[in-house]
C-alpha cells in the first residue's frame, strides 16, 4: 500500500525548494544559447502538471532545417535525453516537420511521470550544424540499456556539452554560412498521486 498523501501537500509545490534552485541553475545555462531562428517545444495535451503514473508526450517543430537535442532536466541534477531516443536516434529535423516525442507508439516507450517530483525543465536545443551537444545526446541514447528508451546524463555532462559546442562553432570557418542556435524550455510540474 503506498504513503497516503494529503490534498494540502498536493496544493504545495513539491521539492520547493530543489526545484527552484534547479530552474535559476537553467535559467542561467540557457541564457548562454542565442535564439536565431524560431522553435516551438508543447505538451501535446497542452498541460503542464502530471501526476505519478501519467504519461506525457511533446511536440517539436523548427522555422528552419536543424539538429535538435530534447531533455527533461530534473530536480535532482540529471538530465534525460528524450529527443534522440532508442527509436528516434537521428537529430536532424527539417524545417516546419513536426515531431512527436517520444514518438512511435510501441508498448514501453512513453514518458510516465515519476520520482523525482517537483518543477523539471523540458529544454530544446537547436543548431544548424550538428554540434557537440548533438553527438553527445545521439551517444547517450546509443548506450543505453536495451530495457531503457531514454539516455540520462548528469547535468554537468550536458553544460560541458553545450558549453564546448557553443565554443567551438563561435566562429564559423572562412566561406561557410554561420552556424545558428535556438533554444526553448517548457517547465512540467510533478507530484504524486493522490491515494484516497
Same mark, same amino acid.
Given at each position: 500500500?503506498?504513503?497516503?498523501?494529503?490534498?494540502?501537500?498536493?496544493?504545495?509545490?513539491?521539492?520547493?525548494?530543489?526545484?527552484?534552485?534547479?530552474?535559476?541553475?537553467?535559467?542561467?545555462?540557457?541564457?548562454?544559447? &542565442?535564439? !536565431?531562428?524560431?522553435?516551438?517545444?508543447?505538451?501535446? !495535451?497542452?498541460?503542464?502538471? +502530471?501526476?505519478?503514473?501519467?504519461? =506525457?508526450? +511533446?511536440?517539436?517543430?523548427?522555422? =528552419?532545417? =536543424?539538429?535538435? /537535442?530534447?531533455? =527533461?532536466?530534473?530536480?535532482?541534477?540529471?538530465?534525460?535525453?528524450?529527443?534522440?531516443? %532508442? @527509436?528516434?536516434?537521428?537529430? @536532424?529535423?527539417? /524545417?516546419?516537420?513536426?515531431?512527436?516525442?517520444?514518438?512511435? /507508439?510501441?508498448?514501453?516507450?512513453?514518458?510516465?511521470? #515519476?520520482?523525482?517530483?517537483?518543477?523539471?525543465?523540458?529544454?530544446?536545443?537547436?543548431?544548424?550544424?550538428?554540434? /557537440?551537444?548533438?553527438?553527445?545526446?545521439?551517444?547517450? %541514447? #546509443?548506450?543505453?540499456?536495451?530495457?531503457? $528508451?531514454?539516455?540520462?546524463? &548528469?547535468?554537468?555532462?550536458?553544460?560541458?556539452?553545450?558549453?564546448?559546442?557553443?565554443? %567551438?562553432? $563561435?566562429?564559423?570557418?572562412?566561406?561557410?554560412? #554561420?552556424?545558428? @542556435?535556438?533554444?526553448?524550455?517548457?517547465?512540467?510540474? %510533478? +507530484? &504524486?498521486?493522490?491515494?484516497?
Amino acid at each position: 500500500i503506498g504513503a497516503i498523501i494529503r490534498l494540502a501537500d498536493l496544493m504545495m509545490p513539491q521539492n520547493e525548494a530543489g526545484s527552484l534552485k534547479s530552474l535559476a541553475d537553467i535559467e542561467t545555462r540557457a541564457k548562454k544559447v &542565442p535564439h !536565431d531562428f524560431d522553435i516551438r517545444l508543447v505538451t501535446s !495535451d497542452a498541460r503542464r502538471d +502530471y501526476a505519478a503514473g501519467e504519461e =506525457c508526450r +511533446y511536440r517539436f517543430s523548427s522555422s =528552419c532545417d =536543424c539538429h535538435v /537535442a530534447v531533455l =527533461c532536466h530534473q530536480v535532482d541534477g540529471t538530465s534525460v535525453v528524450l529527443f534522440p531516443n %532508442t @527509436w528516434s536516434q537521428e537529430t @536532424w529535423v527539417q /524545417a516546419g516537420q513536426v515531431t512527436d516525442i517520444p514518438g512511435v /507508439a510501441k508498448r514501453g516507450f512513453q514518458i510516465v511521470v #515519476s520520482p523525482p517530483f517537483g518543477a523539471d525543465v523540458v529544454q530544446a536545443v537547436a543548431c544548424t550544424t550538428r554540434s /557537440a551537444l548533438h553527438r553527445l545526446v545521439a551517444e547517450v %541514447t #546509443s548506450r543505453a540499456a536495451p530495457q531503457q $528508451a531514454f539516455g540520462v546524463v &548528469p547535468r554537468g555532462v550536458f553544460t560541458r556539452g553545450l558549453d564546448d559546442s557553443l565554443n %567551438t562553432l $563561435a566562429a564559423p570557418p572562412n566561406g561557410t554560412e #554561420s552556424i545558428r @542556435w535556438s533554444e526553448v524550455r517548457l517547465v512540467i510540474c %510533478t +507530484y &504524486p498521486r493522490l491515494v484516497e
